[in-house]
Each structure stands twice: as structure tokens, then as C-alpha cells.
């Protein structure tokens, strides 16, 4: 079936240093891609919807020149967390679609914890 | 106020007991997804419903499209069911989903 992989699969940076986080379609192509954030024993919050080729729809009270997605190509995205800072330490999780019901796949998400 | 209530938000049971997971939604939607989160945090989708009901091995997902609820019943509890379970609803209006705040589940040997 169907695979998302996520890399790295855990992080730890200082802050103010920048991360990127890989999201690939392993059997598939993924023209939409949803990134979310989820902080601990709390739901998963939609950070921001990407298109391949396009420009990400971001979510209100999410800044996008913080987090800056790119969706180049319809097997891979990528969200990079610029100047990072102890509150976002989270885990960081993205979605996307496929085949002819829309079957949601998750990727296994990424830690960060901003030292 | 949420979309999607989940009851309820912890649960301890037995090995060998069944257990079941509610859903309440307040929007029309045109799927509803269970989806599994182990403590690694992965995500699995378990089932995508529209209406009626799917069974797979031991998990039962059923929905009831008139009343807005769904419910994940897991027959002959196991450790390894042990997870978060999150209800998901995707709204009439678009791809974007609405998710609950999940149910702790731990299952005891």
C-alpha cells in the first residue's frame, strides 16, 4: 500500500537555528499535502495545506515565513522551521491523499525539541 | 466549541475486554476516519466510514449518519491495542479534517 515517510524522525536543535523536515511519498504521487503540528495530549492542528507547484495555504495565526513549506515536486514536501525557538518543540505530522477514495496516509511525524 | 467530541478521554481496561469509543460530530460530513496513535506518535487511519458499518479482525467501526455519532469497538482487548484513538471527520465543504481530542486507551495485561 501507500507510504509516507517522514525525515528526520526526531530532532534537537538550539534555538534559533533552522530545521527541515522532509515529507515523501514513497508509491505515489501526493499533489496536496497537509502539515500539522500537535503538542502534547492535544489534538493535531492544521498548520497549512500545500499543492505541488503552488503556494501554501496557511492557516490563521500560522506565519508562514516561520514555517516555510515547499511542495517542488508530487512525491516530496518539505517544512522548514526558520529561527527556532522552544515553543516550537513539537511533533510535526503531514497527510496527504491518494487513489480513487482519497485514502488518508500519515507520515510517522517528527519531534522537534528547540533546546 | 469542537466539531468532534470523543468520549471518552482515557479508558483503562482489561485484556479480554471489549471496549467501545464514541464519536459526536455537529457538521456534515462526507467521511469519517478512526484513526490509531501509538506512543511513538505515528498515525495509522484504521477506517474511513461513510455510512453503516466495517469490521476489521478484532475492531468494529460503525456510523449513524442521521444521528452524527460513530463508534470503535474493539472486541478481545489486547496490550498492544493500547494507543491514542482519534475520530476524524472530513466536512462536506472540502478535504480539510476536523479531529477529535482522542481517547487514551491502555489495556492491561
Same mark, same amino acid.
Given at each position: 500500500?501507500? %507510504?509516507? +515517510?517522514?525525515?528526520?524522525?526526531?530532532?534537537?536543535?538550539?534555538?534559533?537555528?533552522? %530545521?527541515?523536515?522532509?515529507?515523501?511519498?514513497?508509491? @505515489?504521487?501526493?499533489?496536496?499535502?497537509?502539515?500539522?503540528?500537535? @503538542?502534547?495530549?492535544?489534538?493535531?492542528?492544521?498548520?497549512?495545506?500545500?499543492?505541488?507547484?503552488?503556494?501554501?495555504?496557511?492557516?490563521?495565526?500560522?506565519?508562514?515565513?516561520?514555517?516555510?513549506?515547499?511542495?517542488?515536486?508530487?512525491?516530496?514536501?518539505?517544512?522548514? %522551521?526558520?529561527?527556532?525557538?522552544?515553543?516550537?518543540? +513539537? #511533533?510535526?505530522?503531514?497527510?496527504?491523499?491518494?487513489?480513487?477514495?482519497?485514502?488518508? @496516509? #500519515?507520515?510517522?511525524?517528527?519531534?522537534?525539541? %528547540?533546546? | 466549541?469542537?466539531?468532534?467530541?470523543?468520549?471518552?478521554?482515557?479508558?483503562?481496561?482489561?485484556?479480554?475486554?471489549?471496549?467501545?469509543?464514541?464519536?459526536?460530530?455537529?457538521?456534515?460530513?462526507?467521511?469519517?476516519?478512526?484513526?490509531?496513535?501509538?506512543?511513538?506518535?505515528?498515525?495509522?487511519?484504521?477506517?474511513?466510514?461513510?455510512?453503516?458499518?466495517?469490521? =476489521?479482525?478484532?475492531?468494529?467501526?460503525?456510523? &449513524?449518519?442521521?444521528?452524527? =455519532?460513530?463508534?470503535?469497538?474493539?472486541?478481545?482487548?489486547?496490550?498492544?491495542?493500547?494507543?491514542?484513538?482519534?475520530?476524524?471527520?472530513?466536512?462536506? $465543504?472540502? &478535504?480539510?479534517?476536523?479531529?477529535?481530542?482522542?481517547?487514551?486507551? $491502555?489495556?492491561?495485561?
Amino acid at each position: 500500500g501507500a %507510504v509516507v +515517510s517522514q525525515h528526520p524522525s526526531w530532532v534537537i536543535c538550539k534555538s534559533g537555528t533552522s %530545521v527541515k523536515i522532509e515529507c515523501r511519498s514513497l508509491d @505515489f504521487q501526493a499533489t496536496t499535502m497537509f502539515w500539522y503540528r500537535q @503538542f502534547p495530549k492535544q489534538s493535531l492542528m492544521l498548520m497549512a495545506t500545500s499543492n505541488e507547484g503552488s503556494k501554501a495555504t496557511y492557516e490563521q495565526g500560522v506565519e508562514k515565513d516561520k514555517f516555510l513549506i515547499n511542495h517542488a515536486s508530487l512525491t516530496l514536501s518539505t517544512l522548514t %522551521v526558520t529561527s527556532a525557538h522552544p515553543e516550537d518543540s +513539537s #511533533f510535526y505530522i503531514c497527510r496527504t491523499l491518494a487513489g480513487l477514495y482519497n485514502e488518508q @496516509f #500519515f507520515g510517522p511525524g517528527t519531534r522537534l525539541t %528547540v533546546l | 466549541k469542537n466539531e468532534v467530541e470523543q468520549s471518552p478521554q482515557n479508558l483503562t481496561a482489561q485484556e479480554g475486554e471489549f471496549i467501545t469509543i464514541n464519536c459526536s460530530y455537529s457538521v456534515g460530513i462526507s467521511a469519517l476516519h478512526w484513526l490509531q496513535q501509538h506512543p511513538g506518535g505515528g498515525i495509522v487511519s484504521l477506517f474511513m466510514l461513510s455510512s453503516g458499518k466495517k469490521k =476489521h479482525g478484532r475492531l468494529i467501526a460503525t456510523i &449513524n449518519i442521521q444521528e452524527k =455519532h460513530s463508534s470503535l469497538h474493539i472486541t478481545a482487548s489486547h496490550p498492544r491495542d493500547s494507543a491514542v484513538y482519534i475520530c476524524a471527520v472530513i466536512p462536506n $465543504t472540502g &478535504n480539510q479534517f476536523y479531529f477529535g481530542t482522542g481517547t487514551s486507551l $491502555t489495556v492491561i495485561p
